[in-house]
């Protein structure tokens, strides 16, 4: 009996590895376009996520159809010069859900033109402000603004001025992390 049982159990196995793997590899093939400059986009994807693919800005890149999320974008600008880097870690936006269907290409737009906002925030007691900065990008994808580059240096965190109302500085600062 515990004979008979061990081989349906082995034979499920087998089956189910077998409808695995035609499914895998008879899986289509969809493209991702990154329409912007200079752009270096990660991807995770495929089963449980396992899957990394790189997308760069020009020709479009082959993928397995799916569904696919952001890891990090990476956009460098040269000017003059100068070379400019920033990246962007989340949260996502409009790219939070990648899908890619068989035979179709889909087209991302990111990057600039960047909108800056300042992000305030207090805590319970009211003592504290917190001023950041947003950076987003066209898919509403977030940058952080700490992670400007130029030629390979990280730009210092911008300088925050607080004024009175009668444009006297009473305090300034750096903004840091934390």
């Not at 305030?120 to 003592?127: A, F």
């Not at 700490?146 to 001025?161: H, Q, T």
């Amino acid at each position: 009996m515990a004979k008979k049982y061990l081989q349906l159990v082995a034979a499920i196995l087998i089956f189910t590895t077998i409808i695995i793997f035609i499914f895998h590899t008879s899986q289509g093939v969809g493209y991702i376009k990154i329409d912007s400059n200079d752009v270096e986009l990660r991807l995770r994807g495929g089963w449980f996520g396992l899957k990394n693919v790189n997308v760069t800005s020009g020709a479009a890149t082959v993928v397995k159809t799916g569904s696919y999320r952001p890891v990090r974008v990476h956009i460098t600008k040269k000017q003059g010069a100068d070379q400019w880097s920033i990246f962007g870690v989340g949260p996502w936006g409009q790219l939070q859900k990648i899908r890619v269907r068989t035979n179709q290409t889909v087209t991302l737009k990111l990057g600039p033109p960047f909108i800056m906002k300042p992000q305030i925030s207090t805590q319970r007691n009211l003592r504290n402000i917190n001023i950041g900065l947003v950076l987003k990008g066209q898919a509403q994808e977030g940058y952080a603004a700490s992670s400007a580059m130029k030629n390979g240096i990280r730009l210092p965190e911008p300088v925050i001025n607080i004024m009175d109302m009668n444009d006297m500085m009473i305090a300034t600062d750096k903004m840091a992390y934390g």
